[in-house]
T-cell receptor, first 116, second 111 residues
Framework: EAGVVQSPRYKIIEKKQPVAFWCNPISGHNTLYWYLQNLGQGPELLIRYENEEAVDDSQLPKDRFSAERLKGVDSTLKIQPAELGDSAVYLC??????????????FGEGSRLTVL | LAKTTQPISMDSYEGQEVNITCSHNNIATNDYITWYQQFPSQGPRFIIQGYKTKVTNEVASLFIPADRKSSTLSLPRVSLSDTAVYYCLVVIYSSASKIIFGSGTRLSIRP
């Protein structure tokens, strides 16, 4: 079974430039999460989807971050414009709703963003 | 949300049993205890979860006392490849979005 696929794995941009990350969840998984992870810290939730609906985006900085999950499958996270402090690893995770209710998520390898 | 407290770091040697304890004094009736493992440059990997007593799988065991205010992840006979960060999470069953990670325990295994 294929895991959660994220791209790109690495991205280096200059500040004020836009950037987008893509996530393809495990087939059949109806919940999808985006997390941000800074060096030496645990992942921080940005947004959660159930199918195509964003059911929790309270931690997403909406002035510069946006996300979408059209058709309830793959998802895109965008930052525009990027700031120096956005340098981090962006993680995507997916699960079946029942498993997510007890905390069982499947993570991708992440997209490492460096903003210069 | 039940706050979790776990050691910042631990060291052990190959072949030893490692126990990582997490305290969660404010755990609620419907909360589950879940542990993740994360290697450098990879996303976290679900290891084990439990509600009460003991749970065992091919990777680890999870011990939860009756009051559920703490839990212990037990890794039998660790190897160098068990060097990773281990996260203890308390998950509110009623709301799947509340999957909150702390800073984790950095486990280093030496030869």
């Amino acid at each position: 079974e294929a895991g959660v696929v994220q791209s790109p794995r690495y991205k280096i941009i200059e500040k004020k430039q836009p950037v987008a990350f893509w996530c393809n969840p495990i087939s059949g998984h109806n919940t999808l999460y985006w997390y941000l992870q800074n060096l030496g810290q645990g992942p921080e939730l940005l947004i959660r989807y159930e199918n195509e609906e964003a059911v929790d985006d309270s931690q997403l900085p909406k002035d510069r971050f946006s996300a979408e999950r059209l058709k309830g499958v793959d998802s895109t996270l965008k930052i525009q414009p990027a700031e120096l402090g956005d340098s981090a690893v962006y993680l995507c995770a997916s699960s079946l709703l029942g498993r997510a209710n007890t905390g069982e998520l499947f993570f991708g390898e992440g997209s490492r963003l460096t903003v210069l | 949300l039940a706050k979790t407290t776990q050691p910042i770091s631990m060291d052990s040697y190959e072949g030893q049993e490692v126990n990582i304890t997490c305290s969660h004094n404010n755990i609620a009736t419907n909360d589950y205890i879940t542990w993740y493992q994360q290697f450098p440059s990879q996303g976290p990997r679900f290891i084990i979860q439990g509600y009460k007593t003991k749970v065992t799988n091919e990777v680890a065991s999870l011990f939860i006392p009756a009051d559920r205010k703490s839990s212990t992840l037990s890794l039998p006979r660790v190897s160098l490849s068990d060097t990773a960060v281990y996260y203890c999470l308390v998950v509110i069953y009623s709301s799947a979005s509340k999957i909150i990670f702390g800073s984790g325990t950095r486990l280093s295994i030496r030869p």
